[in-house]
């Protein structure tokens, strides 16, 4: 009787660990960073329309993340979005003139800003700066509709 006990309990044991690692592996996976913190600096960008684009989004540079979206909102007066972004602390030689865009990852994947580093290497991007150059997301309804409309004029 006691060696079945035993047999129970690494059953369980057994059972729970398993439960543990696909918890561990579904927030892994899931984009969740529920045990990572991002510690960095903030920059601003604005757009014209950001699609999809959710909080917690990578931002990549040359494929590589090197930060999250940390922020989304509407501008009252301007009428763009306002996306803040943190950018992990070691990646902070980031020239001020460089660019951002949003990008789809797969043909219906998540979308992520993509920066891309400017030319000049004297001024560096710091806490609290704004990427003036940015381009929105791609609407696929806006481009089949655009699509379409020239296949009509034909």
Same mark, same amino acid.
């Given at each position: 009787?006691?060696?079945?006990?035993?047999?129970?309990?690494? $059953?369980?044991?057994?059972?729970?660990?398993?439960?543990?690692?696909?918890?561990?592996?579904?927030?892994?996976? @899931?984009?969740?960073?529920?045990?990572?913190? $991002?510690?960095?600096?903030?920059?601003?960008?604005?757009?014209?329309?950001?699609?999809?684009?959710?909080?917690?989004?990578?931002?990549?540079?040359?494929?590589?993340?090197?930060?999250?979206?940390?922020?989304?909102?509407?501008?009252?007066?301007?009428?763009?979005? $306002?996306?803040?972004?943190?950018?992990?602390?070691?990646?902070?030689?980031?020239?001020?003139? @460089?660019?951002?865009?949003?990008?789809?990852?797969?043909?219906?994947?998540?979308?992520?800003?993509?920066?891309?580093?400017?030319?000049?290497?004297?001024?560096?991007?710091?806490?609290?700066?704004?990427?003036?150059?940015?381009?929105?997301?791609? $609407?696929?309804?806006?481009?089949?509709?655009?699509?379409?409309? @020239?296949?009509?004029?034909?």
């Amino acid at each position: 009787m006691g060696k079945q006990r035993i047999m129970e309990i690494w $059953v369980g044991v057994f059972v729970a660990g398993g439960f543990a690692a696909l918890f561990g592996l579904a927030m892994q996976v @899931s984009n969740i960073p529920v045990f990572q913190s $991002v510690e960095g600096y903030n920059v601003q960008m604005r757009f014209d329309n950001i699609g999809g684009l959710r909080v917690r989004a990578p931002v990549t540079m040359a494929g590589v993340r090197i930060g999250r979206v940390s922020d989304i909102r509407l501008d009252p007066s301007s009428y763009e979005a $306002v996306v803040t972004v943190t950018i992990e602390r070691r990646f902070d030689q980031i020239p001020e003139d @460089s660019d951002a865009r949003i990008y789809t990852s797969g043909l219906l994947g998540e979308q992520y800003v993509a920066i891309n580093p400017g030319g000049g290497v004297d001024w560096y991007l710091a806490d609290g700066d704004e990427i003036f150059q940015t381009q929105g997301a791609l $609407v696929l309804e806006r481009l089949i509709g655009r699509f379409l409309t @020239s296949m009509g004029d034909d």
